[in-house]
């Protein structure tokens, strides 16, 4: 009965997640239509073109706010926060399997045999968030990057609740 609890909270946050991915960016990209165009109308005498001439995302400078330093005060606030949430993970996760307690996460179960494979484990999470960030950063999709980090936060407080209430 508590692998299944754990199993419906992997898998909302695995939809949530999923539904982010798939609808965020497109709904967030979407553009607001020429207020002056629709004021006005079109002009009688005048053909309307069939193609609205736009600017290019990518030929655009971006703005102040859609640049940012990889180290920021939020990324740093947030990896500091990922990294603490991993190492209250480990701990409570090594101190239940030396109690008999088994590991829920199969991927985690095949690193859980020892304290070193489950330290290598945590610490391996905390490095795949941060070179997630940073691969994100770098091809522009700032809001998926500092999401990765808040995701990891979330699945490791859940996970550091459910090892402290079922000790």
């Known amino acids: 009965m508590a692998f299944r609890k754990f199993s419906e909270l992997v898998t909302l946050s695995a939809a949530v997640l999923a539904f982010y991915a798939a609808f965020g960016s497109?709904?967030?990209?979407?553009?607001?239509?020429?207020?002056g165009l629709l004021a006005r109308g079109p002009a009688v005498d005048a053909p309307t073109p069939?193609?609205?001439?736009?600017?290019?995302?990518?030929?655009?400078p971006a703005s102040m706010g859609d640049r940012h330093k990889f180290w920021d005060k939020q990324n740093y606030a947030l990896f500091v926060a990922a990294a603490a949430l991993n190492g209250a993970d480990f701990a409570v996760t090594r101190d239940n399997l030396q109690r008999g307690g088994q590991e829920l996460n199969p991927v985690v179960r095949v690193f859980g045999r020892s304290t070193a494979g489950l330290a290598v484990n945590f610490v391996g999470?905390?490095?795949?968030?941060?070179?997630?960030?940073?691969?994100?950063?770098?091809?522009?999709?700032?809001?998926?990057?500092?999401?990765?980090?808040?995701?990891?936060?979330?699945?490791?407080?859940?996970?550091v609740s459910y090892g402290l209430a079922h000790r």
């Open 125 to 159: 999470e905390t490095a795949g968030v941060v070179g997630i960030s940073y691969f994100l950063h770098k091809t522009g999709h700032h809001k998926l990057e500092r999401m990765v980090s808040v995701v990891n936060i979330g699945s490791s407080a859940a996970a």
């Open 50 to 60: 069939f193609v609205e001439a736009s600017t290019s995302v990518a030929s655009r």
């Open 26 to 35: 497109p709904l967030s990209a979407q553009t607001v239509p020429n207020q």
